[in-house]
């Protein structure tokens, strides 16, 4: 399946996403007491020198950041959509069934004058659906 090219976000922006992504990199193992990752410090401040000085220079790792981004839904969400139906919605259907739960009225009966299904109480009055919005 193809879809429409998509507009890239600024190579600004960008560069800030990563820039903040590294520093938190670098910083975390002062949680655990050890030294920050001066790496990945040094790679935040690259991306916010070409943020400034150069964005244009960006515009290749942003193609491949978002491609990356595009890979990964077109594996992940119907990986997750799969895990749902398969793991949640399969397992509740059959148990239903195994109990006789039936939540949608499918059966047909010829001596039913109608198949309406009176609320009790009865619900909100048609007055109040009146200018919804």
């Known amino acids: 399946m193809k879809t429409s090219p ?7 922006s960008f560069a800030w996403v990563m820039a903040v992504f590294f520093v938190w990199l670098g910083l975390i ?3 655990h007491q050890q ?6 410090l040094l790679v935040a401040v690259v991306f916010l020198l070409f ?4 964005p244009a220079a960006l515009t290749p790792f942003n193609r491949l950041w978002m491609g990356l981004g595009d ?16 793991g949640v919605l399969t397992p509740t259907g059959w148990l239903m069934r195994r109990f006789g739960k039936s939540t949608l009225v499918l059966d047909f009966d010829t001596a039913a004058p109608s198949y309406w299904v009176k609320r009790t109480p009865p619900g909100p009055t048609s007055e109040s659906m ?3 919005f």
């Not at 030294?35 to 990945?40: F, H, L, S």
């Not at 890979?71 to 398969?86: D, E, K, T, W």
């Open 6 to 12: 998509q507009e890239l976000p600024s190579n600004r």
């Open 29 to 31: 193992p002062l949680w």
């Open 35 to 40: 030294a920050p990752r001066a790496w990945a």
């Open 51 to 54: 943020a400034g000085l150069y």
């Open 71 to 86: 890979l990964l839904s077109r594996v992940v969400s119907p990986l997750a959509m799969g895990i749902v139906f398969y």
């Open 130 to 132: 009146k200018n919804l």
